[in-house]
């Protein structure tokens, strides 16, 4: 560990630890890298022990959170953040949302990467990634990962209620699925909606 505190560390990963909130905070609280610029974490680390960790690490330019199985609930407010070399963010939709909210520059970001899974509700997805789009207005680019059961009706990843009045005009927009969850013939038509909807602002 004392080596790990002393190196020139960039890169950090810390995926499928298995950590419980109370771990996650004794060993971020304890790691600081002055030169860190890309971070890839668990979704299963509480956000405010993940803004803690930024606080102390304002050089990060890219910031990945995992898609698999996290926090659940409610996120706290807690204080913002400066992270002004941040350009990337991704992760799930309900985590990037929450992080949104406690950054205080987030007209840095050009990329955003979000993964939409299974609504929990009757909002159509594309609500729920409008949520997360409406705070980063200088984005040029958004990168949208389908993560959906087979037997969903593809109807409910292209509805768009009429009322809908967030537009997100960037310039590069580009639709996938997790391998083996959608088949290819139902990617196509998703793709060109959301392009056509997230642009026509």
């Known amino acids: ?107 840095t970001v050009r990329t955003l990467a979000v993964t939409l899974a299974e609504p929990r509700s009757t909002r159509p997805l594309i609500s729920t990634l409008l949520d997360c789009t409406q705070y980063f207005p200088k984005l040029s680019s958004v990168e949208i990962t389908l993560s959906l059961s087979e037997d969903m009706e593809m109807v409910e990843c292209t509805r768009f209620p009429s009322c809908e009045r967030c537009i997100c005009n960037a310039n590069k927009i580009e639709v996938e699925r997790h391998v083996g969850v959608l088949a290819d013939l139902h990617v196509n038509p998703v793709v060109s909606h959301y392009r056509r909807l997230l642009q026509s602002g």
């Open 1 to 107: 560990m004392t080596v790990l505190l002393h190196s020139p560390l960039k890169v950090l990963s810390i995926q499928n630890a298995g950590f419980s909130s109370a771990t996650w905070g004794k060993f971020l609280s304890s790691l600081t890298f002055p030169f860190l610029e890309d971070l890839h974490l668990d979704a299963r680390c509480p956000l405010k022990v993940l803004l803690t960790f930024l606080e102390r690490h304002p050089s990060i330019n890219t910031l990945n959170i995992s898609t698999r199985e996290g926090t659940k609930g409610t996120f706290a407010c807690y204080p913002l953040v400066d992270l002004p070399l941040l350009r990337h963010l991704g992760g799930p939709a309900e985590y990037v949302r929450a992080l949104a909210k406690h950054l205080r520059l987030p007209l």
